[in-house]
């Protein structure tokens, strides 16, 4: 499918399957517009996807909310001693600093971890970019530790990372959306590893869903 259809699809509020290469997670997550999240399209991840379900912010709008990378909190923290800083990740085993932050709860969930409950939290969270007082309305309206973590898309989204993060923000963008998105990676109950490209696309055609391979996505990007 093009790289049209899957814009005209998360437009939609359906879902994109979204591959980033072999050289780097080698993963096909599924992603949808925060902005149009129900607690059927929860349902829809656990189900078909399997991994962890996060939420991917634009940079600018992470910077606004002074969200910052999990990695740099614990590094800062005086609560870790230095032994226990070893543990830190700085760098994946594909090569990528991890894009994670801090993990939400909307104040009006119960435990947070329900379909309803993760889809509130998404979509209030893609609701906030429009807010004048975004900070004061994150702070006010959402809790921490909770259970949907937030992922921060790099600054230059491709062309500083390749990751699903700043992919699907950056997909978010082209189809002139609110630029926060969810994703899902999808994971393989047969062989308990990462669903294979060939089966993701099975997957993709079975059902509809436009497939984008990350390359391609990184091509015209650098063309646009």
Known sequence: MTLDEAITSLKRGEFVLLYDSGKRENEVDMVVAAQFVTPEHISRMRQHGGGLICIALKDSFAQSLNLQYMHNILFNSTDMDSDSKQMIMGTAPYGDHPTFSISINHRQTYTGITDGDRALTIKEMANLYNSNNAKSDFISSFATPGHVPLLLASRGLLETRQGHTEMSVYLAELAKLTPVTAICEMMDSQT?????????????KENAIPFIDG?????FSKVH
């Open 192 to 204: 308990y590893s990462a669903l294979s490209v060939e089966k993701a696309m099975k997957f993709a």
């Open 215 to 219: 390359k391609e996505l990184l091509e």
